[in-house]
């Protein structure tokens, strides 16, 4: 079965950084594209980042531009989100999904279950 | 960036009922939508991608259509199942952008 797993999530204080990583299993992430979307308590969705299946693209939502910092491992089937200078507006759902060209277009069609991130003093 | 909006925001239909989920984009995406459904405490699961195509599994009660800048996605007739939040999401440019969602609930 193809899954994606997030870790990494905690309670972080204002300023602080955290490490979340997105493990692939099942397919080989290294053919992939991978974003990562992020949802606060009770809100919708955002993507926020997104890389390349090779690591030389990456994009950034202006709302964690200079801050956060999208890699991937492919030997090691995985990718990753740095965030550094985290504030409280950051407190969300963090998934990480795969985006998979479909029917001329891109969709995100395996998405992990999530890690949380909750930014407070 | 593209703003994408969901209308209603929320709706409450019987079981067996007909449903309607309209998505508006500011400008033209051409066919680079899609809509995912969240059912409470899981992750979003796409339904249909490329604004009218079904995702392998997806019950043939839930269509979509539209094009360029207008979009809905039709649930022909609503399971108990269908309890959840549905989201458009447009992929023509970056940043991509998700509609703010439409909940579903059963009558």
């Known amino acids: 079965e193809e899954q994606l797993v997030e870790s990494g999530g905690n309670l972080v204080q204002p300023g602080g950084s955290l490490r979340l990583s997105c493990a692939a299993t099942g397919f080989i992430s290294s053919n992939y594209d991978i974003t990562w979307v992020r949802q606060a308590p009770g809100k919708g969705l955002e993507w926020i980042s997104f890389?390349?299946?090779?690591?030389?693209?990456?994009y950034y939502a202006d709302s964690v531009k200079g801050r956060f910092t999208i890699s991937r491992d492919n030997a090691n089937n995985s990718a990753y989100l740095q965030m550094n200078g985290l504030r409280a507006d950051d407190t969300a759902l963090y998934y990480c999904?795969?985006?998979?060209?479909?029917?001329?277009?891109?969709?995100?069609?395996?998405w992990g279950q999530g890690t949380m991130v909750a930014v407070s003093s | 960036d593209i703003q994408m909006t969901q209308s209603p925001s929320s709706l409450s239909a019987s079981v067996g009922d007909r449903v309607t989920i309209t998505c508006r984009a500011s400008e033209s995406i051409r066919n680079s939508l899609n809509w995912y459904q969240q059912q409470p405490g899981k992750a979003p699961k796409v339904l249909i991608y490329a604004t009218s195509t079904l995702q392998s599994g997806v019950p043939s009660r839930f269509s979509g259509s539209g094009s360029g800048t207008d979009f809905t996605l039709t649930i022909s007739s609503l399971q108990p199942e269908d309890l959840a939040t549905y989201y458009c999401h447009q992929t023509y440019t970056l940043p991509w952008t998700f509609g703010q969602g439409t909940k579903v609930e059963i009558k």
């Open positions: 890389i390349s299946s090779s690591g030389s693209t990456t």
């Open positions: 999904a795969r985006r998979k060209p479909l029917g001329g277009t891109l969709a995100l069609d395996c």
